[in-house]
């Protein structure tokens, strides 16, 4: 059955440095997402995106973030300085169209140090 | 999107059907009722979701009331494998607002 993948499974960082996170959504689904669970908390949607560009974004997603489909398959959130309190769990989703289910992948933890 | 109320835990006997409610008061025509699930700290699983009529696939069956201001998930069968967090949010969007959920513990 298909999945979504994420890499790493675990990212440890400084503070003020920039991470890469990355998600290869499943195939022929079209809408991608970038979700993040802080350790305790609820998970928060922080961006969707459909047709090479975001479609939503939470009060969250701010400069500091950014989304990209480099290619024909990876999705990627890159956050550029790094802050102590973006430590937690990212979950990447895809789906098939926007009303249908979401497929979450297994995560990337990031610790920020 | 419409703020959803679900109560913060629940039991369930193995072998018994659970069944969480979800009050969506302020639900408006367009928005569909989805549930997903979070085991430990796993990515959320999708479970089913609808709009005005009752559905029901291979894991659970949501009953929707008439009005739209409530539903139920059902579990026919549970078994300890559900032991979950599970939420339930109604949206008309592609951007899930995920909020406390219930922890519905299976028991032996």
């Known amino acids: 059955e298909p999945e979504v993948t994420q890499t790493p499974s675990h990212q440890v960082t400084q503070m003020g440095q920039e991470v890469i996170l990355r998600c290869v959504p499943i195939?022929?689904?079209?809408?991608f997402y970038w979700y993040r669970q802080i350790l305790g908390q609820k998970v928060e949607f922080l961006v969707s995106?459909?047709?090479?560009?975001?479609?939503?974004k939470s009060e969250i997603f701010d400069d500091q973030f950014s989304v990209e489909r480099p290619d024909g398959s990876n999705f990627t959130l890159k956050i550029r300085s790094t802050k102590l309190e973006d430590s937690a769990m990212y979950f990447c989703?895809?789906?098939?169209?926007?009303?249908?289910?979401?497929?979450f992948g297994p995560g990337t933890r990031l610790t920020v140090l | 999107d419409a703020k959803t109320t679900q109560p913060p835990s629940m039991d369930c006997a193995e072998g018994r059907a659970a069944n969480l409610p979800c009050n969506h008061s302020?639900?408006?025509?367009?928005?569909?009722v989805y549930w997903y699930r979070q085991i430990h700290s796993q990515g959320p699983q999708y479970i089913i979701h609808?709009?005005?009529n009752n559905e029901t696939n291979e894991m659970a069956s949501l009953i929707i009331t008439e009005d739209r201001k409530s539903s139920t998930l059902i579990l026919p069968h549970a078994t300890l494998r559900d032991t979950a967090v599970y939420y339930c949010i109604a949206n008309n969007n592609n951007d899930m607002r995920f909020g406390a959920g219930t922890r519905l513990t299976v028991k032996p």
């Open positions: 609808g709009l005005k």
């Open positions: 302020t639900i408006s025509g367009n928005e569909y």
């Open positions: 989703a895809s789906s098939p169209d926007s009303y249908n289910e979401q497929f």
């Open positions: 995106f459909y047709n090479n560009e975001i479609s939503e």
């Open positions: 195939s022929n689904h079209l809408y």
